[in-house]
């Protein structure tokens, strides 16, 4: 089954940068969508990047600008810069894979749509 293992995160302060890494094993499919999702207390997850296998990216409104979502298939990581960080990302990162399968557009930043997550890094920014 697939595994997912999260790092990069910690303490940064507002305007600076940070970049998550997710290293994945566990599965050998051609067609795939891996991302990263964040939640903080009392709320829903909240999909923010999401990269397919044929390296097409996705990003919600709360980070667009201002982060990058990339895939080493060599290394079999995904990584998730982030830049000019504000308080409001401060947050659980999660890891998320469906693999072996696509995600209909609509779906793609829906946490419904993941079958596969990461113990999560956590991210401050102060």
């Known amino acids: 089954h697939v595994q997912l293992v999260e790092s990069g995160g910690g303490s940064v302060e507002a305007g600076g940068s940070l970049r998550l890494s997710c290293a994945v094993s566990g599965y050998t499919y051609s067609r795939y969508c891996m991302g990263w999702f964040r939640q903080t207390a009392g709320k829903e997850r909240e999909g923010i990047a999401v990269?397919?296998?044929?390296?097409?990216?996705t990003y919600a409104n709360s980070v667009l600008g201002r982060s990058t979502i990339s895939q080493d298939f060599l290394e079999n990581v995904v990584y998730l810069q982030m830049n000019n960080l504000k308080p409001s990302d401060t947050a659980m990162y999660y890891c998320?894979?469906?693999?072996?399968?696509?995600?209909?557009?609509?779906?793609?930043?829906?946490?419904?749509?993941?079958?596969?997550w990461g113990q999560g890094t956590q991210v401050t920014v102060s």
């Open positions: 990269i397919d296998s044929d390296d097409i990216a």
């Open positions: 998320v894979a469906a693999a072996g399968r696509e995600i209909p557009a609509a779906q793609i930043l829906s946490a419904k749509a993941y079958d596969a």
